[in-house]
Each structure stands twice: as C-alpha cells, then as structure tokens.
C-alpha cells in the first residue's frame, strides 16, 4: 500500500512536465485573410490542460489556468486562474473560484471568488464573493468580510469583525469599531448601517 501511495505522489509531481498546452489558433488561418494585412507580433494565448497544476514559485509561467492549482510555496506567474487554489501564498491578477492559502490569498485586479486565509485582497470583486482571514482588504467589494480587520474602498454587504473600515458602504458592519466614512454617522461602536 505504501508503494502505491508513494507511486502515484510521484505520478502526480512529475505528469504536469509532461502535460502539453493548447493554444487558440489564429483567427487569419481560419479566414483565409489576403496576405497583404500586416502581421500583428502578438502571442497565441495558451490554456494549462492539466486538472492539477503544481505551481513552484515563479515556475512555470503559464498565464491561464483551468482546475486545481497547488502553491507550494507561492505562486505568482499565473495571470488568470479559474477553479481551486489550495497552498500557502497564492496571487493571481483574475481569479475566479476559490482561494485557501494560508497566509496570503491576492487578486491583483478583478476576480469572483472565496479567499480563506490570514491575509486576502482583492482589487474589484466582479460578483458576490467573501473573504474570511484575519486581515481582509478590497478595492470594490460586493458580499461578506469576517476577520478581524476588514477594509473596503467601495462596498456592498456585510463586514464582521473587531476593526471594519469602509469609504462607501451600503449594509452592515458588526464589531467593535465601525467606520464609514462617507456616512452620516461615520463611527459607531458594535453596529453601523450604511445606506
């Protein structure tokens, strides 16, 4: 039993090496276009294929991936990543699905997604999403912060936590400070309402 788990570890650590990419063919191939055009030096976007991509730091570069991503111990090189992200720093500048990384979970630009972690950003939340961690901080935020300081630019829903700091708020903040800033009451101990 031992081999076999020590088998498929192994199988599992190497098969992304040899795990080929696809890439979108050019839209000039399949219309025939006169060759008088000028070529644009633009580069064919590529997809991960693989189900579970084992992300070592800076290695490998792939911009876009689709499924599992395990970052041991960070991962910073993936431009787009939709699905599961599990390790323990993981950024990517889109991301949709969810993050649970222990110490950092980053989304540089725009994303939909649940980050669990000590420490979770996100620039502009596109859809619902959470985050729960210790420190919690977005741009552009629509649904839930629980940590114990929560920070948002602009948002919509509800933060819990011991510190919860926002510029536009529309909804709840439950904890022992509350600040709004473009509020009426722009500090409220234990419950503040923004509308």
Not at 12 to 31: G, N
Request: glycine share 10%; charged share 15%.
């Amino acid at each position: 039993m031992k081999k076999l788990a020590a088998t498929v570890a192994l199988a599992a650590l190497v098969s992304p090496l040899f795990a080929q990419e696809a890439s979108i063919p050019d839209v000039d191939d399949d219309l025939n276009i006169e060759e008088t055009q000028v070529e644009t030096a633009a580069a064919k976007k590529n997809y991960a294929m693989w189900p579970v991509f084992f992300a070592l730091g800076d290695w490998p570069e792939t911009p876009d991936i689709v499924g599992i991503r395990l970052t041991i111990p960070w991962s910073t090189k993936q431009e787009n990543v939709t699905g599961v992200d599990i390790g323990l720093w993981g950024r990517a500048r889109y991301y949709e699905g969810f993050m649970l990384n222990i110490f950092r979970n980053d989304v540089k630009d725009c994303g939909a997604c649940y980050q669990v972690g000590l420490y979770n950003s996100i620039g502009q939340a596109d859809a619902v999403s959470c985050q729960v961690g210790l420190w919690n901080e977005a741009g552009l935020m629509s649904g839930v912060q629980a940590g114990l300081v929560n920070t948002v630019g602009d948002g919509t829903g509800v933060q819990i936590g011991l510190l919860n700091r926002a510029e536009q708020f529309y909804g709840v903040q439950i904890g022992l400070v509350n600040v709004i800033r473009d509020a009426e009451l722009q500090f409220m101990p234990f419950v503040n309402v923004g509308f």
